[in-house]
Nanobody, 119 residues
Framework: VQLQASGGGLVQAGDSLRLSCAASGRTFSNSYMGWFRQAPGKEREWVATINTSGGITVYAGSVKGRFTISRDNAKNTVYLLMNSLKPEDTAVYYC?????????????WGQGTQVTVSS
């Protein structure tokens, strides 16, 4: 699976942004998809996971209630809708694919898209 993330940008606190991750390959619909982020000087942080059908989603506590992960298997695309953005959400966001939903199982990664939230 090859992944291409897009949709990042510079926004103000309180704004919304939707990230997209387009996947190539026939295994997308069989893959758990996740979003991660890495802020400058910090370790990569898991943000959200969605199962193969899209019926189960899990979020990190820092984004729960503000971010929504979804997928469209017909379009081989996973999304991350980010509402009520905060300056601390500033990071490079990566999408990832794997056979299971555990953090250590992601074996395909996109190139990342920058999200910057100004106060």
């Amino acid at each position: 699976v090859q992944l291409q993330a897009s949709g990042g940008g510079l926004v103000q606190a309180g704004d919304s942004l939707r990230l997209s991750c387009a996947a190539s390959g026939r295994t997308f619909s069989n893959s758990y998809m996740g979003w991660f982020r890495q802020a400058p000087g910090k370790e990569r942080e898991w943000v959200a996971t969605i199962n193969t059908s899209g019926g189960i989603t899990v979020y990190a506590g820092s984004v729960k209630g503000r971010f929504t992960i979804s997928r469209d298997n017909a379009k081989n695309t996973v999304y991350l809708l980010m509402n009520s953005l905060k300056p601390e959400d500033t990071a490079v966001y990566y999408c990832a694919a794997g056979p299971r939903g555990t953090i250590d199982s992601y074996n395909f990664w996109g190139q990342g898209t920058q999200v910057t939230v100004s106060s």
